[in-house]
Nanobody, 115 residues
Framework: VQLVESGGGLVQPGGSLRLSCAAS????????MKWYRQAPGKGRELVAT????????NYADSVKGRFTISRDNSKNLVYLQMNTLKPEDTAVYYC?????????WGQGTQVTVSS
């Protein structure tokens, strides 16, 4: 089982990034997918969730209206489009897959928002 995040980097405030998470080794289309983040010195925070079929999504209040989670079950990919980024969005972003029986985590990708 693998979850591999990509797309992180350094961006100026107000900018955009799109994170991707490539999944393998499990039946991706049956898993709820989530993005979490962890800022330095803070706990891990749930950012966004998308249902297995992609028909419904939920967001943390801190990112609502700025971030969009989506998935492509034909490619085993989940995305996090991040717009109007703020310095407080700086964190390591983790992809997470959840089923009734299993939970999988990626290694994370660093997002730094700074001028």
């Amino acid at each position: 089982v693998q979850l591999v995040e990509s797309g992180g980097g350094l961006v100026q405030p107000g900018g955009s990034l799109r994170l991707s998470c490539a999944a393998s080794g499990f039946t991706f289309s049956t898993y709820v997918m989530k993005w979490y983040r962890q800022a330095p010195g803070k706990g891990r925070e749930l950012v966004a969730t998308i249902t297995s079929g992609g028909g419904s999504a939920n967001y943390a209040d801190s990112v609502k209206g700025r971030f969009t989670i989506s998935r492509d079950n034909s490619k085993n990919l989940v995305y996090l489009q991040m717009n109007t980024l703020k310095p407080e969005d700086t964190a390591v972003y983790y992809c997470n897959a959840v089923s009734i029986s299993y939970i999988y985590w990626g290694q994370g990708t660093q997002v730094t928002v700074s001028s």
